[in-house]
Each structure stands twice: as structure tokens, then as C-alpha cells.
């Protein structure tokens, strides 16, 4: 299948999954939900996103069974297990602490972080970002962590790259960089890329995506092209420059359609699309797959 067809078709496909998203409702769960059986290590990432963003209870069971299949990619268990702590229900607390312990070390750590979500939300913390003590999320997105108390960049960036600190904290100050979204924030998250754990980076990827900020391409491009880096890490920095979309983004990624990593190779060609979209006048993307939504 040429590279035409596979975009054309991954464009119709990711449109109609973030259309059924902003849907909503328990049909619209039912169709996401069957999509699970595809072969897609990507598309079924994106399927457990859009779930958890809904915020819809109905979810929980696809979900659930999604994070406990150990067929599945471990990117994929950990977008259920993220799901699943998004959806903010106390009533998965027990199956996240279980798989807290999980041998796959992403699937593990993500649960660790729902668990923590789900703790800060039972004790009210979401007040916190109701009184405006905390910073605003201005990409509406349902995120792993909420962002830190209002620090400066060189404090937060202490916070970010400290390894010692528990990954919760970690990522309260990666969300409170993203939404300062100057940048001095975007290199202070650029250097993360550089820390130990693949779902820390693979997480300042999605940030970074987010932000569109020019300043994030260097780092961003180093982790693409980097042929040993983790699979899920490099999908999302090509998301990421898709979503930045200048010369230089569409020139590496045309490089790595042709990745040897179907999750790579797929991402970039999604990133193209993205990129073609945000250089045109079309009038919704459905979201795209860059994620700028959450």
C-alpha cells in the first residue's frame, strides 16, 4: 500500500475517531471501543485517549480490559491505564494500585500516576484549580497530573529534571511549564528529553505538541531521530512537529515515513496530514491527532 493511501486512509480514520470524541455518549463509546481489535498499536493508543478524555463511566469496562490484556502493546495498556485515572472515577482505584506493580515498567508507572490523580482529586485538590491557586490548563485537556502550585521556570525545571522526586511531582511541574508556554518553559521541558524513563519523555513529547512553540524542534527532532530511542517516544515527538508545522518539521518527517517502527512510521504520516491541515484553510481536523485537546 503506497504512502498516499495509508495517509488517506489514517486521515479518515483519525477524524472520525475525534468526531465520535466530541460526540460523545454510549454509542459513540461502543464504536471506539470495537476499533480495539485493530492491528494499529497507534490508532488503539488513540482510541483509549479519546476515552479517557470523554470522561465517560461507560468507558471504564473497554478500558479496563484493554489495560489488563498483556497482548497488547504497552503503549496501548498504558493510554487505558491513563484513561482510566482521566475518567476520575474512585471506583478503578483498586485495579490501578494492582497494576502499579505491573512488569511492563510504562503500564506500571502510568497506573502509579492515575493512583496519585485519583488521591488528589478524593481530597478535593480540583478546588485548587477552581480558586486560581494552581495554574489554568489552557489547552482544556484532562491530564495525568495537575500543574504545580505558580513557581518560576528555573524552579520548575528544577522540579522536572530532579529523578530523585516521586514522577507525580515531576509531572505537576512539566504541566505548569506547558502552561506557562514561553520559551524559557519549552527549553526547560526540551531538556527532559534527556531524563531516564521513556513515559516521562514520551509524555514531555506530548507537551511540547501542545505548546507549538518553534523553540521545541531541535529537541524534538533529536528524539525522532534517534534509532534506539523508545518506540512511544518518538511517535510523539513527530506528532509534536507535525503540530509546530514549520519548513524544517516537514522535511524530517518525510524522512521517517518510512521508519522501520510501524508506530513511528505511522505517526510521521499523520504528522504530514496535520502539518497539510494547519497550512491550510480547511475548517476542523476533528481535534487531530497532534492532540491539542488532551
Not at 494499529?40 to 478524555?53: F, T
Amino acid at each position: 500500500m503506497s504512502v498516499e493511501v495509508i495517509t488517506e486512509v489514517w486521515t479518515v480514520c483519525s477524524r472520525a475517531l475525534f468526531t465520535l470524541k466530541n460526540l460523545g455518549g454510549i454509542e459513540a463509546i461502543e464504536w471506539i471501543s470495537k476499533a480495539f481489535t485493530d492491528e494499529s498499536a497507534l490508532l488503539k493508543h488513540e482510541l483509549a485517549y479519546c476515552l479517557g478524555q470523554m470522561q465517560d463511566k461507560h468507558a471504564i469496562p473497554a478500558l479496563t480490559a484493554v489495560l489488563k490484556d498483556t497482548q497488547q502493546e504497552p503503549m496501548v495498556r498504558h493510554e487505558a491505564g491513563e484513561a482510566l485515572g482521566a475518567i476520575g472515577d474512585p471506583v478503578v482505584l483498586d485495579l490501578l494500585k494492582e497494576y502499579s506493580q505491573d512488569p511492563v515498567v510504562e503500564v506500571a508507572e502510568t497506573c502509579q500516576l492515575a493512583v496519585c490523580r485519583l488521591e488528589w482529586l478524593q481530597s478535593e485538590g480540583d478546588k485548587q484549580l477552581e480558586d486560581g491557586s494552581t495554574d489554568k490548563n489552557p489547552y482544556c485537556s484532562v491530564d495525568p497530573a495537575p500543574p504545580a502550585v505558580r513557581k518560576s521556570v528555573s524552579e520548575l525545571r528544577s522540579i522536572l529534571l530532579d529523578e530523585s522526586l516521586p514522577l507525580f511531582e515531576r509531572y505537576r511541574a512539566m504541566f505548569a511549564l506547558r502552561n506557562l508556554g514561553n520559551k524559557e518553559a519549552v527549553l526547560a521541558l526540551g531538556d527532559g528529553l534527556q531524563c531516564s524513563g521513556a513515559l516521562f519523555r514520551h509524555e514531555i513529547g506530548y507537551v511540547l505538541g501542545q505548546m507549538q512553540h518553534p523553540a521545541a524542534v531541535p529537541a524534538l527532532r533529536a528524539a525522532l531521530e534517534l534509532s534506539d530511542e523508545n518506540p512511544m517516544v518518538r511517535h510523539e515527538a513527530a506528532e509534536a512537529l507535525g503540530s509546530i508545522g514549520k519548513e524544517e518539521c516537514l522535511t524530517v518527517l518525510q524522512h521517517y515515513c518510512g521508519d522501520k517502527e510501524r508506530v513511528v512510521k505511522e505517526s510521521c504520516e499523520v504528522a504530514l496530514d496535520m502539518l497539510e491541515y494547519e497550512n491550510s484553510d480547511q475548517f476542523q481536523y476533528a481535534d487531530g491527532l497532534v492532540r491539542l485537546q488532551g
